[in-house]
């Protein structure tokens, strides 16, 4: 059963409880993959399919169908040992609440503005094939030249990292902001005042995202300067949405987050 094997992985002493809250969710790239359970587990997956399960096969949704069960499974008893009644009806006034703070949250201007870059990313994915086609025709060509002092493999590396570093966070920068800012306009005041708040470390994820897409970004420019006016938008936008975010969460950014930040 998912739920004991988790619950088994989650308890071995090297795990770090809660290092999964605060990450990129990039578990094949991640440092931390064999302390983290949730790491754990995908590697566990892996090993059951190497190829990863086929979206249309039964096997797949049957999987889906019991990760969702354990996982209210395992709700479920957390509620009862909090005193927590799950089967309680949900009162009016909690959609209402709910549904003014994402009305607000999707007005404020992070939220705006990274739902602008996540367009925007997929268009520049839409319109940017033939370049990327004739960039590696070019490669290619170098390649076969084997001329000294040239390394067409390593180009073709530090692109594919890019584009990969790109297509990776341009969605999460979105999600972990609108779940920050979700946050400050929760009524609910966060517990203690002086404990590290959450929507620090949900905008702490979406600046690292930043970061390392703006570094993606500078190195497509190296190799692509002819598409220097398109990549110098990308990056403005990006580096305005990170000042913004940086002042909008002035504790973002020194969040410690288990594990990364060295909190164990
Ligand atoms: S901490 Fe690392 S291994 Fe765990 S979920 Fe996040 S990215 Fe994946």
């Not at 949730?38 to 797949?60: A, R, Y």
Request: aromatic share 10%; glycine share 4%.
């Amino acid at each position: 059963m998912v739920k004991e094997k988790y619950k088994k992985i989650a308890s071995h002493p090297k795990m770090i409880s809660g290092i999964h809250n605060y990450c990129d969710k990039w578990c094949e790239r991640c440092r931390f993959i064999t302390r983290c359970a949730v790491g754990v587990m995908e590697l566990e997956d892996k090993k059951d399919n190497p190829e990863g399960l086929s979206l249309d096969s039964p096997e797949f949704f049957n999987k889906l169908h019991g990760i969702f069960a354990d996982t209210f499974e395992m709700i479920r008893e957390w509620a009862k040992k909090n005193g927590v009644d799950v089967d309680a009806p949900i009162p009016d006034e909690y959609w209402i609440q709910q549904d003014k703070i994402d009305k607000n949250a999707k007005e404020h201007i992070c939220a705006k503005a990274s739902l602008r870059y996540l367009d925007m990313v997929r268009k520049w994915m839409d319109d940017s094939s033939d370049d990327f086609k004739k960039k590696a025709a070019a490669l290619m060509k170098e390649a076969s030249l084997e001329l000294p002092g040239t390394s067409p493999e390593m180009k073709a590396l530090e692109i594919k990292d890019a584009v990969d570093a790109i297509i990776w966070f341009h969605t999460l920068i979105h999600v972990k902001l609108m779940r920050a800012v979700q946050q400050i306009f929760d009524d609910e005041p966060e517990e203690l005042e002086d404990y590290p708040k959450d929507y620090d470390g949900s905008a702490k994820v979406a600046l690292i995202g930043m970061d390392n897409s703006i570094d993606a970004w500078k190195t497509l420019l190296a190799h692509f300067p002819e598409n220097e006016d398109d990549i110098l938008k990308m990056l403005a936008h990006l580096q305005k949405l990170r000042t913004r975010t940086e002042q909008e969460f002035p504790g973002a950014r020194s969040f410690k987050r288990p594990g990364f930040d060295g909190i164990e």
